[in-house]
T-cell receptor, first 111, second 114 residues
């Protein structure tokens, strides 16, 4: 059983479309991170959110941490082929850097 | 230098072999991690070293033996593995191991156990 569930599991869209990926849990997290992983590589951090209700923007990517710190979303505006990859959320439940990874969302952006 | 370097990139071993995976970082980070990632699954935490001491062992079988010789190096010694241990093994580091820190991942070692 995953502590963090992501949806959708797979997403295939055309370039220029918008999309949202969700990361949900019944547990409260002290911080939550989003990573992007390409095949044969390790995950690369996109953002860390620590405050309930926090919204962070990274160019075309918007990240939101739920008010209760149990869930998060990643919204991509005008997706590009370079956004293709596996998106992983990861939550920490204590002050220590022990992260639990979500089930992952595999995004494919077609030209 | 903001890299975590893992060697080898690929490893094929038999069930009776002994091998080691290596991980190195020169960012001055004091927390280092081993993760295991099966195909199409998220990474699963195996071990955490903080200031060269083992601080977390996620009930990993003893056929996996971690070692942290100094603050820059992390090894994972493998012995008598099973085919189901085949996976991508990822090393990561962070500045001190406090909550919310960025994890810097290496590219991983793709391990196949025959």
């Amino acid at each position: 059983t995953q502590l963090l569930e992501q949806s959708p599991q797979f997403l295939s869209i055309q370039e220029g479309e918008n999309l949202t990926v969700y990361c949900n849990s019944s547990s409260v997290f002290s911080s939550l991170q989003w990573y992007r992983q390409e095949p044969g590589e390790g995950p690369v951090l996109l953002v860390t959110v620590v405050t309930g209700g926090e919204v962070k923007k990274l160019k075309r990517l918007t990240f939101q941490f739920g008010d209760a710190r149990k869930d998060s979303s990643l919204h991509i505006t005008a997706a590009q082929t370079g956004d293709t990859g596996l998106y992983l959320c990861a939550g920490a439940r204590s002050n220590f850097n022990k992260f639990y990874f979500g089930s992952g969302t595999k995004l494919n952006v077609k030209p | 230098d903001t890299e975590v370097t893992q060697t080898p990139k690929h490893l094929v071993m038999g069930m009776t072999n002994k091998k080691s995976l290596k991980c190195e970082q020169h960012m001055g980070h004091r927390a280092m991690y081993w993760y295991k990632q099966k195909a199409k699954k998220p990474p699963e935490l195996m071990f955490v070293y903080s200031y060269e001491k083992l601080s977390i062992n996620e009930s990993v079988p003893s056929r996996f033996s971690p070692e942290c010789p100094n603050s820059s190096l992390l090894n994972l010694h493998l012995h008598a593995l099973q085919p189901e241990d085949s996976a991508l093994y990822l090393c990561a580091s962070s500045p001190s191991g406090r909550g919310g820190e960025k994890l810097f991942f290496g590219s991983g070692t793709q391990l196949s156990v025959l």
